[in-house]
T-cell receptor, first 113, second 110 residues
Framework: EPEVTQTPSHQVTQMGQEVILRCVPI?????FYWYRQILGQKVEFLVS????????KSEIFDDQFSVERPDGSNFTLKIRSTKLEDSAMYFC???????????FGPGTRLLVL | GESVGLHLPTLSVQEGDNSIINCAYS??????FIWYKQESGKGPQFIID?????DKRQGQRVTVLLNKTVKHLSLQIAATQPGDSAVYFC?????????FGPGTRLSVLP
């Protein structure tokens, strides 16, 4: 069964450093998403991406965040200068766009020290 | 916009009993609703979905009920098993985006 994959599974970084989280969505899906989940809290929407551009973003997704689909398979989330409060699980999800739900990857646990 | 809320943050049930988890949403234009299960340290896993043109949908041991009049969604798990212990989220779509509820932690007691 096709699945969304994410790398790395865990990332530890120093405050102020840049991190890139990687995702490989399901191949025939058209919409791609990043979500964040702070420990013990609900899943929060960050950004959606369609047709090689951002279609919607939340207030969390400020200028420190960017997304890219550099080739036909990868979808990345970059945090330019990490803050302590960026520590969370980051989930990638993909969606065909109709008649189906979105499927989540296993997540990347980011810890900013 | 859309907001999604929940009635109970935790729920404990005896093994073998039925579980009911509830969710409320705000936008009457929402047309697609999903329940996810999230086990510790893992990503949300799709359980069942329902579209707004239905009020009930059944899967294997799970049933989703949708009451559009009061904007309420519920997940029923029949004969709850220890493996059902997890956090359950509802998600509501608006357009191509999804808003998640805060989740109910289901604990199954032996």
């Amino acid at each position: 069964e096709p699945e969304v994959t994410q790398t790395p599974s865990h990332q530890v970084t120093q405050m102020g450093q840049e991190v890139i989280l990687r995702c490989v969505p399901i191949s025939n899906h058209l919409y791609f998403y990043w979500y964040r989940q702070i420990l013990g809290q609900k899943v929060e929407f960050l950004v959606s991406f369609y047709n090689n551009e951002i279609s919607e973003k939340s207030e969390i997704f400020d200028d420190q965040f960017s997304v890219e689909r550099p080739d036909g398979s990868n979808f990345t989330l970059k945090i330019r200068s990490t803050k302590l409060e960026d520590s969370a699980m980051y989930f990638c999800a993909s969606f065909t766009g109709s008649q189906e739900t979105q499927y989540f990857g296993p997540g990347t646990r980011l810890l900013v020290l | 916009g859309e907001s999604v809320g929940l009635h109970l943050p935790t729920l404990s049930v005896q093994e073998g009993d039925n579980s009911i988890i509830n969710c409320a949403y705000s936008n009457s234009a929402s047309d697609y609703f999903i329940w996810y299960k999230q086990e510790s340290g893992k990503g949300p896993q799709f359980i069942i979905d329902i579209r707004s043109n239905m009020d009930k949908r059944q899967g294997q041991r799970v049933t989703v009920l949708l009451n559009k009049t009061v904007k309420h969604l519920s997940l029923q798990i029949a004969a709850t098993q220890p493996g059902d212990s997890a956090v359950y989220f509802c998600a509501v779509s608006y357009g191509q985006n999804f808003v998640f509820g805060p989740g109910t932690r289901l604990s199954v007691l032996p």
